[in-house]
């Protein structure tokens, strides 16, 4: 679908809008998204390449759901949800309250996980806890919004976790997620390459996963360096277990598959997580 001028053009987007870096293996995977988004030629990629290129803010939007990826599952990697839930109780013994940060929520199921994670370690619907979902594409997030799932996206939950956190809708198909789950979740949009993050405070665990393997080199080692900062002295970082910090390795120490601390920063009675 994309001649090699195009593929070209969407590369330098996709670095400029997203911080994205995109290769030549991507062509084929780009013309699948394409026909999803209704663009099914040349004509209609070069109509879309010129807008954005022009900075229509429309154009912008499509372009970054062309080239971000919002593959998701409910409690996919679920230790990382076991080892979140467990950081935020000891948070809460220590501080009254947690904060959590899902940074690329995509359709909504990691912080959603989450949600489900910790009312079920506070054993409440209220927990003393709540969750900042972010992510780049705006459709992405007005799903998320909605809150509604088909049985694809559900088929990882349990039984137990679909009847205690889930109701019927009007179509019969779909499933809506409750009231005190979505009450713990915030969603905002985010641009993690922008120079500005409106994000306040700092957080007790932070979610930053399927994203790093994406940026290109320098953006990477600038998102993660903002990250850290942003982590309380005890809070934990989550990544693909593909990933990898490159660059920014030195501001973090591993203590478990993915998840991570800042350096020189430790919870004195619980410097190890056990997985």
């Known amino acids: 679908m994309l001649t090699s001028e195009q593929f070209d053009r969407t590369r330098k987007l996709a670095l400029q809008l997203a911080g994205i870096e995109l290769y030549d293996r991507h062509r084929e995977l780009l013309a699948i998204r394409g026909r999803r988004l209704g663009i099914r030629d040349t004509a209609g990629?070069?109509?879309?390449?010129?807008?954005a290129e022009e900075g229509d803010p429309r154009a912008n939007r499509q372009l970054i759901g062309l080239v971000t990826t919002n593959f998701t599952d409910f409690f996919r990697h679920p230790r990382h949800f076991e080892a979140a839930a467990e950081q935020a109780v000891r948070a809460?013994?220590?501080r009254g309250q947690a904060r959590l940060w899902s940074t690329a929520a995509a359709t909504g199921e990691e912080p959603y996980s989450l949600a489900m994670a910790l009312i079920e370690v506070f054993g409440r619907d209220d927990p003393p806890a709540n969750i900042l979902a972010t992510d780049i594409d705006t459709e992405a997030l007005a799903i998320a919004a909605r809150g509604e799932y088909g049985d694809r996206s559900l088929q990882t939950l349990p039984l137990k976790r679909r009847a205690r956190f889930f109701a019927e809708t009007a179509g019969a198909a779909r499933q809506c997620i409750i009231a005190a789950v979505r009450l713990l979740v915030e969603f905002r949009t985010l641009n993690l390459i922008g120079k500005e993050w409106k994000v306040e405070g700092t957080f007790d665990v932070i979610f930053c996963r399927n994203v790093l393997m994406y940026l290109e080199s320098r953006h990477r080692c600038a998102v993660l360096e903002r990250l850290a900062s942003l982590l309380a002295p005890d809070g934990l970082l989550m990544i693909d277990p593909t990933e990898h910090l490159?660059?920014?390795?030195?501001?973090?120490?591993?203590?478990?598959?993915?998840?991570?601390?800042?350096r020189g920063a430790s919870c004195p009675q619980h410097n190890e997580i056990d997985l």
Not at 246 to 262: E, N, P, S
């Open 45 to 51: 990629i070069e109509a879309l390449l010129g807008a």
């Open 92 to 94: 809460v013994r220590c």
């Open 246 to 262: 490159g660059k920014a390795g030195h501001l973090f120490t591993q203590v478990a598959d993915a998840v991570y601390r800042r």
